[in-house]
């Protein structure tokens, strides 16, 4: 059942004997004195049993104080209860004494998990959004900047072979009678034996026989339990199996794969798992030079007040999970309502933000967007580029030579012929085939967006203005007294679970410093 909080100070009670310690105006110091009002016990009554029916629970506004801490200063679970039980400012926090023993780290593994099977998974960051919404902070506040950065994994990233023997252990271990079916058609390496197969890694070919052992023994496997009746998890490591035998591997030279030979593939997957231990940590790169694995965050701030409006956690790769898809989603929230809903907002972003499709989105859902265009590149250094072609209200394009072709059903616009005579052939392709374009489907709009930035310093000096206070939030989230976080959880589900407790904890940090005090029941702000 629920367990409450004394309505007594104890003897020792750590802030009547140190709370003068605790610098007023910290995260401490408020959730010393509002941690209830903040966090109310009504909040957390639906996660136990009714009143008189096992044993008392720690009390909701305590460990809902101790997980808003744990997510501002990035602390693992045992640095966590360590702090409860050794640290006066996070005694002083949590309403402890002194004397208080704190709390075994697994309670809060207990507690998120309890809390993410509930319906209301997020609801530590709920009840700062309500303190949010019931201080006007963001009243009258149109505008928001969108910006994303990448997070790392909490697993280490695996090679071709590490996964595919990995990923075989991982099927005899969760698939009823797998074991059995690996001794029976596995051949390639001893999956009992830990640790990797023993080559010699220096040696090209030795390594490609393995490749091809262990691709063949992951498809035999494959092949043998399909159709089994097996739970999901057990479902989720054999599909798991199929993926990694074949996202890094191609037919060996001169083969087709149908005889067994295979090699690493020399390229790199689109949406590889980059480990089976946590099979949702993707693979992606900042530029050329910058991989990265792990996550991407994604974030939406008003950049006058820093106060974050929405967030998501996503995979790093994948179109659904880029920054123009998550933005849109940003927008439909504060379309329909969400953090204070109605009027005309303006959205800044980056050049990864200046799709033509979120444009739409932004036009459809009656804002603005101040985006920074994305450039059009000329297929010739100095040349013609796609905004010296006329689209005609015919669906058809005209060249600078005046030449027109129709789109296809696709809308791509193949001049062919044309080309091949044309005195601006030198500044518009080298192409022996001639010049072929594709037209967005919101050409217009990306048209007019680049027209108006090339034309308006108005519009850029808005951007520039407003759109960097993102980078702030951005920091905000992703590091931590001069370092940068790494996560601490494997999956979606847990991690964006962490993200928004993190923000939740630096929204309170932030209303904290413009004087967030509570009178007459109601929350407000002193600046």
Request: aromatic share 6%; hydrophobic share 40%; net charge positive.
């Amino acid at each position: 059942m629920q367990g409450f909080e004394r309505a007594d100070r104890q003897l020792l009670d750590a802030a009547a004997l140190a709370g003068q310690l605790v610098p007023a105006g910290s995260m401490f110091a408020f959730l010393a004195a509002h941690r209830a009002e903040v966090f109310p016990d009504a909040d957390y009554a639906d996660l136990f049993a009714p009143p008189g029916v096992g044993r008392p629970s720690l009390p909701a506004t305590q460990m809902a104080a101790v997980l808003a801490l744990q997510a501002l200063c990035d602390y693992s679970d045992r640095e966590t209860a360590e702090a409860v039980r050794f640290d006066v400012r996070w005694k002083v926090a949590i309403g402890a004494s002194v004397d208080d023993a704190g709390f075994d780290p697994s309670s809060l593994v207990y507690w998120r998990n309890r809390i993410a099977r509930s319906t209301r998974p997020h609801r530590v960051n709920d009840a700062v959004r309500r303190i949010v919404e019931a201080t006007g902070v963001l009243a009258g506040r149109r505008r928001r900047a969108v910006d994303s950065t990448i997070l790392a994994d909490a697993v280490a990233t695996q090679d071709t072979v590490t996964q595919l023997v990995s990923a075989i252990r991982r099927v005899a271990r969760l698939v009823p009678g797998a074991a059995g079916q690996i001794a029976a058609v596995c051949t390639g390496h001893d999956y009992s034996r830990p640790g990797k197969p023993t080559i010699d890694w220096d040696d090209p070919a030795a390594k490609d026989a393995l490749v091809s052992a262990l691709v063949n023994d992951a498809n035999a496997l494959v092949a043998a339990l399909e159709g089994a009746a097996v739970e999901e998890e057990a479902a989720a490591a054999l599909a798991l199996l199929a993926l990694v035998a074949g996202q890094d591997v191609e037919p060996a030279e001169g083969s087709d794969g149908r005889d067994g030979r295979w090699r690493i593939a020399r390229k790199v997957a689109e949406d590889r798992v980059v480990s089976t231990v946590d099979p949702d940590a993707r693979h992606t790169r900042k530029s050329p030079e910058a991989r990265r694995d792990g996550y991407r965050a994604h974030v939406a701030a008003d950049p006058q007040t820093g106060i974050i409006t929405d967030e998501k956690l996503t995979k790093a790769a994948g179109q659904k999970n880029s920054d123009p898809a998550v933005a849109a989603e940003f927008l439909a929230h504060e379309t329909a309502g969400h953090d204070g809903g109605g009027g005309r907002l303006a959205w800044y972003g980056d050049s990864a933000y200046g799709t033509g499709d979120l444009r739409d989105a932004v036009e459809k859902a009656g804002h603005r967007a101040v985006i920074k265009p994305k450039p059009v590149q000329p297929a010739i250094p100095g040349g013609f580029t796609l905004d010296d072609f006329t689209v005609n209200d015919d669906q058809t394009l005209t060249c600078p030579a005046g030449h027109t072709r129709p789109m296809t059903a696709h809308r791509n616009v193949i001049f062919g012929a044309l080309c091949r005579d044309c005195p601006l052939r030198a500044a518009c392709t080298t192409s022996k085939t001639g010049r072929t374009l594709q037209v967005h489907e919101h050409d217009a709009l990306l048209r007019a967006a680049r027209a108006a930035w090339a034309a308006s310093s108005g519009l850029r000096e808005d951007y520039m203005t407003h759109r960097p206070n993102v980078e702030r939030a951005i920091a905000q989230v992703a590091t931590w007294r001069g370092r940068r976080l790494k996560l601490r959880y494997r999956g979606i589900t847990r991690n964006n679970a962490w993200l928004k407790r993190r923000t939740a904890a630096l929204n309170l940090r932030n209303l904290i410093g413009r004087g967030l005090t509570r009178r007459d029941g109601a929350w407000m702000l002193a600046t």
